[in-house]
């Protein structure tokens, strides 16, 4: 629930879609609607459909559409989840979302979870989103929004499996962000020159950086902006490290998670150049080794499907977060030969780290066919990117000084982690393994806004370069992805770039090309994403004289989030001795490892080897229990499920579209 919850959070705060991990026995859906559908029909094509009010949006190809006199609904190909949208004459918006349940699904009486009302964009006047209650073994998202216009609400009803909306999360995000209605209309930039970053527009930009660092409680960040092929503005905020007093500065290197993904495309494009390989070169025919566990499948996916987010692949990132120590880049790559994709190729977007590691391997195995794979993707890194682009503090293991990693504790302390936190990003390089500095990523954003040129001369050549711009998938009706890069036009003008978060660091990177503006975030806490999408919204508000939405939108994330975990916390409990007793142990699941469990002193303490984290425990509602756990950097976010089988203690860690089985080792 989590997954779609902030997703749609997100999408109420008015931030862009950048854009963990389920279970497969769930209960099934609510009835709905009453009364049998007068037609259902399903989509041949993306369909702009209208409602009874006039209003518009897109439903996906391949999804089922259906109408009564109550509303319409849509729901996915695999009849996993559904959509139904009410029109109400009311001016309250919580009332219109129990009266449109009430219409749909008589007797429906969810526990309302929490209530919140975000700021509106677009010329709403109302905004309300109310999340259920559900068990861990239903594995079910149940959300209600009612969006206000004058008089009339627009309730979206949302209830379905967390597998189906982890598949197709960007088709939801689609109707959703696409619906429009009479007197709604959407801020545009188009046709507007940028302004100039003089001197009193970047200093008012650092007050607000420095601002919403604080409100976000971001320890330390970094920011670097480009304009007419100069960098024009490059300064470091707060700490390196919390508490310590260590200042940084521009030249302090962050790790920058998938932004390492952009540069690795850049790699390809390169190699596409020197003719060594083809965006259209079969993997297996550069990399012999890669399988998955289709073998038709294997066949099809190209060196460009890698990069993609196109084959359906899912995300399977506890698979290299958990089990890491001895792990090579080898194994990585063998390790996807249990694996298949779950939507079709070019049907939704579907992001995968573990097939951007492959296409990042591939590409350096073409080049150092003798060498290990993360050897020759370090080697081929430092030859065709970092040297060319005069990226001298760019690596791929951490430099001698560094910001440190940071999470969040349950209940919201901020804490410093150790940064072995962050190896099990090195199996999976090409996808967020790099180490970077905000003056290092300018150069990278000067070459893009300078079509393959920097410093006057041609590093790339610009038709590769722009490959990697051209859509692969649809993501929303306004964003796609590219190769390694996300392409958003929501406001008349389009923005490239890509977001990155690892277990203890938050970045982003963005620019405009028609513009020549570009600016990088770079950052030491983990989840720090609606920080860095407010300087991206608070950029764009200096450029176009945008709508003042910034700081409203982030005093209001800040807020709710505070809120939000405070409430979780509460229901954490200390595991008592006997809990404790029953529960210690040695558990192994064949893909993430294994865990043991052990008392240490008053607390409980789960430890993978690469990591360990104190305990609590969680009483659900259905009257299961949870073992939470409170440390960074899972705190609050992973939760292991008890059930006993055969009588024994087993633990099950629920991922959207996979489940794994930590049994007891004898």
Partial sequence: MKRLASLLFLAACGTSHNAKHGINHVDELATRPTVAPASERQLVADEKVTTSSEATFTASKGWYLSQTKDGLTVSDPERAATLTIVELDDADGVHAIEHAWQVTTPGFSRKVLRTMKPPVHDGWDELVQVTYETSPAEARVIV?????????????????????????????????????????????????????????????????????????????????????????????????????????????????????????????????????????????????????????????????????????????????????????????????????????????????????????????????????????????????????????????????????????????????????????????????????????????????????????????????????????????????YGLGLMMNHARGIQVVGHGGNTLGFSSDMFFLPAHKVGMVVLTNLSGANRFTRALQRRLLEVLFDGRDEADRDLDFAATASRKIESEEANKVNVIDELTAKAWAGVYRDDDLGSLKVARRGEKLFVDAGEWASSAGLRKNEDGTDSMVLLDPPWAGGLQLNVKKVDGKVTFVLASPQHEYVFRPVP
């Fill in 144 to 480: 209600a929004i009612a969006q206000r216009k004058g008089g009339k609400q627009y309730v979206f009803l949302i209830d379905g499996k967390q597998s189906g909306f982890d598949k197709r999360s960007a088709q939801f995000m689609t109707a959703l962000r696409s619906f429009k209605a009479k007197g709604v209309e959407q801020e545009s930039f188009a046709g507007k020159e940028a302004h100039e970053l003089d001197e009193t527009r970047l200093a008012a930009f650092a007050t607000f950086v420095e601002s919403a660092r604080k409100k976000a409680r971001v320890p330390g960040v970094a920011v670097a902006i480009v304009s007419g092929g100069h960098v024009v503005f490059a300064k470091g905020f707060g700490e390196r490290e919390l508490g310590k007093s260590n200042a940084v500065s521009p030249e302090t290197p962050f790790m920058i998670g998938s932004m390492t993904k952009p540069l690795s495309t850049l790699l390809i494009a390169k190699l596409v150049d020197e003719k060594k390989i083809d965006w259209e070169t079969p993997v297996t025919s550069v990399l012999p080794s890669f399988a998955l566990a289709d073998s038709e499948v294997t066949k099809k996916v190209l060196m460009r499907h890698t990069a993609c987010a196109c084959t359906g692949m899912p995300r399977r990132d506890l698979e290299f977060l958990f089990e890491y120590d001895g792990v090579t880049a080898e194994d990585r790559v063998a390790s996807m030969r249990t694996m298949k994709p779950t939507t079709g190729f070019g049907e939704t977007f579907q992001y995968s780290n573990l097939l951007v590691a492959v296409g990042g391997y591939a590409a350096a195995h073409a080049a150092h066919p003798s060498e290990k794979l993360a050897m020759a993707y370090e080697h081929a890194m430092n030859e065709r990117v970092f040297r060319p682009l005069g990226m001298k503090h760019s690596t791929l293991a951490a430099p001698d000084v560094h910001a440190m990693p940071h999470g969040q504790r349950s209940g919201g302390d901020i804490v410093a982690m150790p940064l072995q936190i962050e190896g099990g990003i090195r199996s999976v390089g090409p996808a967020g393994a790099a180490w970077s500095t905000v003056l290092d990523m300018s150069r990278y954003l000067l070459l893009e806004l300078g079509d393959g040129q920097l410093d006057g001369q041609r590093v790339v050549s610009n038709v590769n370069l722009m490959r990697r711009r051209q859509p692969q998938v649809k993501i929303t009706d306004d964003s796609e």
